[in-house]
């Protein structure tokens, strides 16, 4: 069965930057893309950006332009989100997601809280 | 960008009530509208694709509705296990992707 399972939990000092890995299996990884979705404390769902596990494409939503970069590793199935210069508003839980079919996210990693805090 | 309005944010019921959520998309997106359950602590996961279709292994008691900028959730009987909160999302396009505000199911 599809999995996508995500590093654990960080803390970070304003500033920082944070890597979250999303390790793929269960599939062909480079049939789906992977998009991040991000989730502060209490609120809703927001889209960051997405690639292509195929060519390493990347769509990033306007919002994180410039502070965000995601990447791929297809030797080991997995998918990375970096995101820089780290505010205090940036604390969430960070998902990766994706499935068959553009912009659906049938498939959801458990999360990777992240808190920013100096 | 699409903007995802959902109403009510909030809502109380029993069990066993029939439960309407509302999505509108501030323009058309045809049927590209998905449903999404998420319980505290967990990922969101994916009900309803292309406005009415049911994903393999939800209950039937789901079903969605809607096209262009009108959609709508309907659980037909609300049970225990439905109480959470509800996201829609478009993906007509990628320029980005957006969810709406969340409708919050809470036990009346």
């Known amino acids: 069965q599809v999995q996508l399972v995500q590093s654990g939990v960080e803390v970070k000092k304003p500033g920082a930057s944070v890597k979250v890995s999303c390790k793929a299996s269960?599939?062909?990884?480079?049939?789906?893309?992977i998009s991040w979705v991000r989730q502060a404390p209490g609120q809703g769902l927001e889209w960051m950006g997405w690639?292509?596990?195929?060519?390493?494409?990347?769509i990033y939503a306007q919002n994180f332009q410039g502070r965000v970069a995601m990447t791929t590793d297809t030797s080991t199935n997995t998918a990375y989100m970096e995101l820089r210069s780290l505010r205090s508003d940036d604390t969430a839980v960070f998902y990766c997601?994706?499935?068959?079919?553009?912009?659906?996210?049938?498939?959801w990693g458990q999360g990777t809280l992240v808190t920013v805090s100096s | 960008d699409i903007q995802m309005t959902q109403s009510p944010s909030t809502l109380s019921a029993s069990v066993g009530d029939r439960v309407t959520i509302t999505c509108r998309a501030s323009?058309?997106?045809?049927?590209?509208l998905a449903w999404y359950q998420q319980k505290p602590g967990k990922a969101p996961k994916l009900l309803i694709y292309?406005?009415?279709n049911l994903e393999s292994g939800v209950p039937s008691r789901f079903s969605g509705s809607g096209s262009g900028t009108e959609f709508t959730l309907t659980i037909s009987s609300l049970q225990p296990d439905d109480f959470a909160t509800y996201y829609c999302?478009?993906?007509?396009?990628?320029?980005?992707?957006?969810f709406g505000g969340g409708t919050k199911v809470e036990i009346k």
């Open positions: 292309k406005a009415s």
């Open positions: 999302q478009q993906y007509n396009n990628y320029s980005p992707l957006t």
């Open positions: 690639i292509s596990a195929y060519n390493g494409n990347t």
């Open positions: 269960g599939y062909t990884f480079s049939n789906y893309g």
């Open positions: 997601a994706g499935g068959g079919v553009a912009g659906l996210f049938g498939y």
């Open positions: 323009q058309s997106i045809s049927t590209w």
